[in-house]
């Protein structure tokens, strides 16, 4: 690519020509013109000759894709750098292997006042077994380890991390010899995150939005709180943010609101809303989700933590403040018990000021008919993370071991949600998974079960626009004049309109239909390649020049 010298970015007008814009205003679009921070122009090749004595910069696209930047609806920004910056066992084979790096991640830190790791999945493990606190205790040398489960709902750790939460045997969730849940997970996490200077917090954050930045990433959506990190990981987070060049950061506190101070203070923090992680129920993996029938592979039915009086209350207290509230909810019992409780609200309030205030549900994996109409009535939207089920769906998956087949597949069903008219917003809840939004939109567009199955541009549409939708903005997440200028370009192969099952309403797949392409996500093909990507008019990545 090749451009001029260009004036502060908050000032510029630039003229990006040659390429592939994908764009309503015009599905055939070639080039665009971003002024002040915002899109002014969308249009052909042709039209662009006349901007071009007027603007500050040029850009060649040289063919390169235009896209709105991805909006990634729920992050853990700190977790995530840590694991990209530290001890990352998603990929251990085994149990020996896992232990292995340990060993080397300790001999590599002997600073460290405790040791940080992430990732560890037994599901995936022949041995089919967690760490034991022997085996930890070893492989760290003694010293302070924390390791949470993949799904960050459960922890292994060491005796001497144990020492210094000495309650910890009173609280629940904690059963010898057992993965941490619950109150004892949390107590003990808070200690080993206590032990993270700020610089080095601050450096995880800044390598977790730089790698969200190259994978064109303008937005990040920080699900908070004080059962998961800390007021000052948070305001540090955001302000760290504000300071430019990295993707922007909407941040979600999840803590419980009564009333009107409460939600003050929500405010206060900086937070967008009371929403994010409010545990109704933990993960399928841990075997905390809330199911209404037990596991196949447990005799109980998880973890509840919220009620629905309970439910009720924050969602009243939030609406009334205008306020947005939001629920961490995976088991199907979960879901009725959030369901139940923003029904109370809507009978007292009225369906209108609940449906305004643009309430959010966090993963939402386990939803049946009812619980999916009464999202759409409620005007819920679902905050989802597709790679979950890549990761553990289909008939030999993990959900089919803890849920059986039958209740396994009805799991994750994004085709049922967009036919009901629910908004969704998609996210990666890294480091659970990955940042990745080409391949979250695959995993949507190529669900393991056939009929859970959208469109490609559905999920794209869901991945930009609507993440930004997710935070009550309508004008952005999309390249049109007067949006935001957030896009990322992209070098990737030929453009195409992409329904990947014959239940995926095919209507725009014909050319002539006007409807913007998008790259080729067939499973085995290779992914777009991020360029650049650009938050408000500010280039905050560029790939080097090779």
């Known amino acids: 690519m090749t451009e001029s010298t260009a004036p502060r970015a908050e000032d510029r007008t630039v003229l990006l020509r040659g390429g592939e814009v994908h764009s309503p205003a015009d599905p055939f679009a070639t080039a665009m013109v971003v002024e002040r921070g915002h899109i002014a122009w969308v249009g052909s090749e042709g039209a662009a000759d006349g901007f071009a004595d007027g603007v500050d910069e040029i850009v060649d696209l040289e063919g390169a894709l235009v896209t709105p930047a991805f909006t990634d609806a729920h992050v853990h920004t700190t977790a995530t750098g840590l694991a990209l910056t530290g001890l990352d066992l998603s990929g251990a084979a085994t149990l020996a292997d896992a232990l292995r790096l340990v060993r080397e991640h300790s001999a590599a830190h002997p600073g460290a006042a405790v040791l940080l790791g992430h990732g560890w999945d037994s599901a995936r493990w022949p041995e089919r077994r967690h760490p034991s606190r022997a085996e930890l205790d070893e492989a760290a040398g003694g010293r302070p380890l924390y390791l949470p489960r993949i799904d960050v709902h459960s922890a292994v750790v060491t005796t001497a991390l144990l020492d210094l939460v000495p309650s910890v045997t009173g609280l629940s969730g904690y059963h010898p010899g057992e993965p941490l849940t619950g109150d004892a997970h949390h107590a003990v996490r808070a200690a080993a995150h206590a032990a993270i200077a700020p610089a080095q917090r601050e450096a995880a954050q800044r390598a977790a939005l730089d790698h969200a930045a190259s994978l064109g990433i303008g937005t990040v959506h920080e699900c908070a709180g004080p059962d998961i990190s800390d007021e000052d990981d948070f305001t540090g987070l955001l302000a760290l943010a504000r300071g430019g060049a990295v993707p922007r950061v909407v941040g979600y506190w999840a803590e419980r609101v009564a009333d009107e101070k409460d939600a003050l203070r929500i405010r206060e923090l900086g937070a967008a809303g009371a929403a994010g992680d409010l545990f109704v129920d933990g993960s399928l993996g841990s075997h905390t989700a809330c199911l209404h029938t037990p596991y196949a592979d447990a005799a109980h039915t998880g973890t509840p933590h919220l009620d629905v009086q309970a439910v009720a209350t ?60 009464a999202f759409a009535e409620f005007g819920l939207t679902a905050s989802v993370q597709p790679a979950f089920d890549a990761a553990w769906g289909g008939d030999d998956g993990m959900y089919a071991e803890r849920l059986g087949v039958e209740r396994a597949r009805t799991l994750n069903p994004y085709a049922a949600l967009l036919r009901a008219g629910v908004p969704l917003a998609l996210g990666s809840d890294a480091p659970v998974t990955p940042l990745d939004p080409w391949g979250t939109i ?105």
């Open 314 to 373: 924050h969602v009243a207290a939030c609406t009334e403040a205008g306020l947005q509230a939001g629920f961490h909810a995976i088991g199907d019992a979960a879901l009725t018990t959030v369901v139940d409780g923003i029904r109370a609200v809507a009978d007292t309030l009225g369906l209108a000021r609940v449906r305004a205030a643009r309430h959010r549900v966090e993963h939402a994996e386990m939803l049946t008919p009812e619980t999916i109409a």
């Open 442 to 546: 695959r995993a949507a567009a190529f669900h393991r079960t056939a009929e859970h199955r959208v469109s490609v541009r559905a999920a794209f549409t869901a991945h930009t626009r609507g993440g930004w939708r997710a935070v009550g903005r309508d004008d952005a997440g999309v390249l049109v004049p007067g949006a935001p200028a957030d896009y990322a370009l992209w070098h990737t192969g030929e453009l195409i309109v992409q329904a990947p099952d014959d239940r995926v309403a095919r209507w725009s797949t014909d050319p002539r239909s006007g409807t913007p392409g998008l790259p080729d996500l067939t499973p085995g093909t290779e992914l777009p390649v991020c360029l650049r990507t650009v938050v408000s008019g500010q280039t905050i990545f560029e790939r080097p020049k090779e």
